[in-house]
Nanobody, 126 residues
Framework: QVHLVESGGGLVQAGGSLRLSCVVS????????ISWFRQAPGKEREFVAA????????SYADSVKGRFTISRDNAKNTVSLQMNSLKPEDTAVYYC???????????????????WGQGTQVTVSS
């Protein structure tokens, strides 16, 4: 069983920054590729970013490329999402997730994932 817990969400003005964290339980953390997703009201959950097991390879949705940075600290079982130049359209609940696999790149379809955190709300005001 894998447990993921997100934190770091909040209210920020457009152009501001937030840093989200995802702490993953278990000694097998470094085996997993980890992804971030988001879901805005009335919209489907969408892929945001992913990071390989060692942290050397990352991928991003076009909508966040150049503004968001995903990173991981395997010693702390943590994956972070640094979000800069935030826009009102970034408003959503953000989730970290894993399909408990090591294949990279990971799938971008939410229904391919086995484990999810509870989510953290990010609200960007205009």
């Amino acid at each position: 069983q894998v447990h993921l817990v997100e934190s770091g969400g909040g209210l920020v003005q457009a152009g501001g920054s937030l840093r989200l964290s995802c702490v993953v339980s278990g000694s097998t953390f470094r085996r997993y590729v980890i992804s971030w997703f988001r879901q805005a009201p009335g919209k489907e959950r969408e892929f945001v970013a992913a990071i390989s097991r060692g942290g050397s390879t990352t991928s991003y949705a076009d909508s966040v490329k150049g503004r968001f940075t995903i990173s991981r600290d395997n010693a702390k079982n943590t994956v972070s999402l640094q979000m800069n130049s935030l826009k009102p359209e970034d408003t959503a609940v953000y989730y970290c997730a894993t399909d408990s696999g090591s294949a990279y790149p990971p799938p971008r379809r939410p229904n391919s994932y086995d484990y999810w955190g509870q989510g953290t709300q990010v609200t960007v005001s205009s």
